[in-house]
C-alpha cells in the first residue's frame, strides 16, 4: 500500500515547546526598562461581531474592526528609579502636569534617543519590540510594536513590616497602533 506523503507534510517538525522565559523586550525609548524586564505579553486580538437579523435567530458575521489587547512589561526597579522615572517622566510630558514647557521638554528629550518626529511632528511614541528566544536562547522571531506610548504605571509601596527582601517591581501598560509578528528577517509569519 502506497503511503500518501501529503498527508503527513502537515505535521509539526519542530516538537519543542515555546519556553515562558525565553523572551528579551526592548523599547528604544526605555533602555533601562529593558534591560531589567521580568514579563511581557503579546497582546489579545479582539474581531468585533455583527449581527445579521433572522427571523428564527440573529446569525453572527465577522465585523470589521480589530481591537488590540494592552501591552503590559513588569520590570524589575533599580535603586536610583532610574528606569522607573523613564516611564515616570514619559507619561508626565504626554499629560503636561505643569507646563507646556513640560511637553517641549519631553519631545527634545526624545531626540537623544534617535526616536524621529511622526507625520504630525511629535516624539512621543516609541517602537518596542519582543523577541522570543528558542530553547537554547537564540532569537527565533519577534512581535513589533508601532507607536508605543505608556497609559498607565504601578504604585511602589514602602512597607516596613516585611520581613523578607523582595524587590520591586513595576508594571506599565502601553498603548500603541498595531504589532507584527515577524521573523528574525522583518518578514511577516
Not at 151 to 166: G, K, M, N, Q, R
Amino acid at each position: 500500500m502506497a503511503v500518501d506523503r501529503q498527508k503527513f507534510s502537515r505535521q509539526i517538525e519542530n516538537r519543542n515547546f515555546l519556553a515562558p522565559t525565553g523572551f528579551r523586550f526592548l523599547i528604544k525609548r526605555s533602555p533601562k526598562v529593558s534591560f531589567f524586564c521580568q514579563s511581557a505579553n503579546v497582546p489579545s486580538m479582539d474581531l468585533g461581531v455583527t449581527f445579521q437579523p433572522n427571523y428564527l435567530r440573529d446569525i453572527p458575521v465577522p465585523g470589521d474592526k480589530i481591537e488590540f489587547g494592552d501591552l503590559t512589561v513588569t520590570f524589575l526597579v533599580d535603586e536610583d528609579l532610574k528606569n522607573y522615572m523613564e516611564l515616570q517622566d514619559w507619561i508626565r510630558g504626554l499629560g503636561f502636569p505643569e507646563s507646556g514647557q513640560d511637553f517641549r521638554d519631553f519631545e527634545a528629550e526624545s531626540k537623544d534617543y534617535g526616536i524621529l518626529p511622526t507625520e504630525g511632528g511629535d516624539n512621543i511614541y516609541s517602537d518596542g519590540t519582543l523577541q522570543i528566544l528558542s530553547n537554547n536562547l537564540v532569537p527565533k522571531f519577534q512581535v513589533f510594536f508601532r507607536d508605543l506610548f505608556p497609559v498607565s504605571l504601578t504604585t511602589i509601596t514602602f512597607d516596613a513590616t516585611d520581613t523578607d527582601i523582595e524587590y520591586f517591581t513595576a508594571e506599565v501598560t502601553f498603548k500603541y497602533t498595531m504589532y507584527d509578528i515577524q521573523d528574525m528577517s522583518g518578514n511577516p509569519l
